[in-house]
């Protein structure tokens, strides 16, 4: 059979897997354990043969949405996890150990930050750069460096790092490249197309799309040779060492850690799952226009979005993410305008703190999720004290123009 497109896949995704009464989703499945008639069964999937033993390391519910997954970025496999932030932290604390060295973009999430914070307390040498430029990450480069991470729109300012290049670049040294895909989605590009070893996304935002539960992937794509890495303990070097890197993922992010992604969140996911390119064309053309609009309005000082013309990796985003520039827009509004006042007058937007949702959503940065690290962090991350970080989705555009032109007003 010819290979489908991308929404035909996903919807038909369940159904073509065989589930059982002709049911066109997977069911969800909530048993903690399961049994097995024959004790050998029983031992032979504790040693790596597929099964399940106990709904900490997996269900039939989350390999169901694995498998979408996988199929949305055409990779080789994937682990489902209880947050996007899980899935992060799984993927930095089983992969790397003291003495590695890490270069990450510094346009990355504040939580994300916090993180890496987190680990470089615990001994892996951290390095921040620029990311939008190959050269800075070739410069930060030492013999322990082990792995590279970006994020693919940064959340909040928008930056696009060179994605394809930095892949070329880690190919040629080996070196893991795991990017969060969260804000693109595989829809406007696959992880896979930049080189990337390991995708992370937040199954929370825009593949969820709903607003009703938490959850994050991580994908290998199998570009990347596992058994050139130092790091994979040797009860998963078994098979082929393509699959090392996951498989030490999933043993030590949900077996020892515990990130579990339980079953009612994700049929959810893998439900919402099934209309994200109909949600995204909607938001990402909402966005577009929204960000035209407010570019030319006296009381807004900056627009953050890579659909502008003057958007720094304006011709990066066209050509990586075919016309479509996602949903995530920053907005700095001009000083004299006091940003809680503008914001409590607002009606149609939600005060929130999310992304990715049918909603849209808007957040003072500053104020919020940049507070904890101060005037002097912020300014280097270009968070002004007047930064909005809104999240467009599916509403009559009519209204959110309107909404927006009122509350400036």
Same mark, same amino acid.
């Given at each position: 059979?010819?290979?489908?497109?991308? +929404?035909?896949?996903?919807?038909?995704?369940?159904?073509?897997?065989?589930?059982?009464?002709?049911?066109?989703?997977?069911?969800?499945?909530?048993?903690?354990?399961?049994? /097995?008639?024959?004790?050998?069964?029983?031992?032979?999937?504790?040693?790596?043969?597929?099964? /399940? =033993?106990?709904?900490?390391?997996?269900?039939? =519910?989350?390999?169901?949405?694995?498998?979408?997954? +996988?199929?949305?970025?055409?990779?080789?496999?994937?682990?489902?996890?209880?947050?996007?932030?899980?899935?992060?932290?799984?993927?930095?604390? +089983?992969?790397?150990?003291?003495?590695?060295?890490?270069?990450?973009?510094?346009?990355?999430?504040?939580?994300?930050?916090?993180?890496?914070?987190?680990?470089?307390?615990?001994?892996? %040498?951290?390095?921040?750069?620029?990311?939008?430029?190959?050269?800075?990450? %070739?410069?930060?480069?030492?013999?322990?460096?082990?792995?590279?991470?970006?994020?693919?729109?940064?959340?909040?300012?928008? @930056? #696009?790092?060179?994605?394809?290049?930095?892949?070329?670049?880690?190919?040629?040294?080996?070196?893991?490249?795991?990017?969060?895909?969260?804000?693109?989605?595989?829809?406007?590009? @696959?992880?896979?197309?930049?080189?990337?070893?390991?995708?992370?996304?937040?199954?929370?935002?825009?593949?969820?799309?709903?607003?009703?539960?938490?959850?994050?992937?991580? &994908?290998?794509?199998?570009?990347?040779?596992?058994?050139?890495?130092?790091? #994979?303990?040797?009860?998963? $070097?078994? !098979?082929?060492?393509?699959?090392?890197?996951? =498989?030490?993922?999933?043993?030590?992010?949900?077996?020892?850690?515990?990130?579990?992604? !339980?079953?009612?969140?994700?049929?959810?996911?893998?439900?919402?799952?099934? &209309?994200?390119?109909?949600?995204?064309?909607?938001?990402?053309?909402?966005?577009? !226009?929204?960000? @035209?609009?407010?570019?030319?309005?006296?009381?807004?000082?900056?627009?953050?979005?890579?659909?502008?013309?003057?958007?720094?990796?304006?011709?990066?985003?066209?050509?990586?993410?075919?016309?479509?520039?996602?949903?995530?827009?920053?907005?700095?509004?001009?000083?004299?305008?006091?940003? /809680?006042?503008?914001?409590? $007058?607002?009606?149609?937007?939600?005060?929130?703190?999310?992304?990715?949702?049918?909603?849209?959503?808007?957040?003072?940065?500053?104020? &919020?999720?940049?507070?904890?690290?101060?005037?002097?962090?912020? !300014?280097?991350?270009?968070?002004?004290?007047?930064?909005?970080?809104?999240?467009?989705?599916? %509403?009559?555009?009519?209204?959110?123009?309107?909404?927006?032109?009122?509350?400036?007003?």
């Amino acid at each position: 059979m010819a290979k489908n497109g991308f +929404t035909t896949t996903i919807v038909h995704s369940d159904r073509r897997a065989s589930v059982e009464h002709g049911a066109i989703h997977k069911p969800m499945h909530p048993s903690s354990e399961y049994a /097995f008639a024959d004790a050998r069964e029983l031992a032979a999937v504790f040693q790596g043969k597929a099964g /399940f =033993t106990y709904a900490r390391q997996g269900t039939p =519910t989350t390999t169901a949405l694995e498998s979408k997954i +996988t199929q949305m970025e055409d990779g080789a496999g994937t682990v489902s996890f209880a947050t996007g932030m899980a899935a992060l932290a799984a993927t930095f604390f +089983t992969l790397l150990k003291a003495g590695d060295h890490l270069i990450s973009s510094k346009h990355i999430f504040g939580n994300t930050n916090s993180l890496l914070g987190t680990l470089a307390g615990l001994g892996v %040498e951290l390095t921040l750069v620029d990311a939008t430029d190959v050269r800075n990450v %070739e410069q930060a480069w030492r013999p322990e460096t082990r792995m590279v991470f970006v994020e693919a729109l940064a959340n909040p300012g928008t @930056q #696009i790092p060179d994605l394809a290049a930095i892949g070329e670049w880690c190919k040629s040294k080996g070196v893991v490249y795991v990017v969060d895909n969260t804000l693109v989605t595989p829809l406007l590009c @696959q992880g896979k197309a930049v080189g990337a070893s390991l995708v992370v996304n937040s199954l929370s935002k825009h593949i969820g799309g709903h607003g009703n539960a938490l959850g994050g992937a991580v &994908t290998d794509t199998g570009l990347y040779d596992w058994s050139d890495y130092p790091n #994979i303990a040797e009860p998963y $070097r078994t !098979a082929k060492s393509t699959s090392w890197g996951l =498989t030490q993922i999933k043993k030590k992010g949900l077996r020892d850690m515990g990130g579990t992604l !339980a079953s009612e969140a994700a049929h959810r996911l893998a439900v919402g799952a099934e &209309t994200l390119s109909l949600r995204m064309n909607k938001i990402c053309a909402n966005a577009l !226009a929204l960000a @035209q609009a407010l570019s030319q309005h006296p009381r807004v000082a900056k627009i953050h979005y890579p659909g502008l013309p003057d958007h720094p990796q304006h011709q990066r985003a066209t050509q990586l993410f075919g016309g479509l520039y996602g949903g995530l827009m920053g907005i700095e509004l001009v000083d004299d305008v006091d940003l /809680f006042d503008f914001l409590n $007058r607002l009606k149609v937007l939600a005060l929130a703190t999310h992304l990715g949702d049918n909603r849209s959503l808007v957040l003072p940065m500053a104020h &919020t999720i940049y507070y904890e690290m101060g005037p002097e962090t912020r !300014a280097l991350m270009g968070i002004s004290d007047n930064f909005l970080r809104v999240s467009i989705g599916i %509403e009559d555009i009519q209204d959110l123009l309107g909404d927006f032109q009122q509350a400036l007003a």
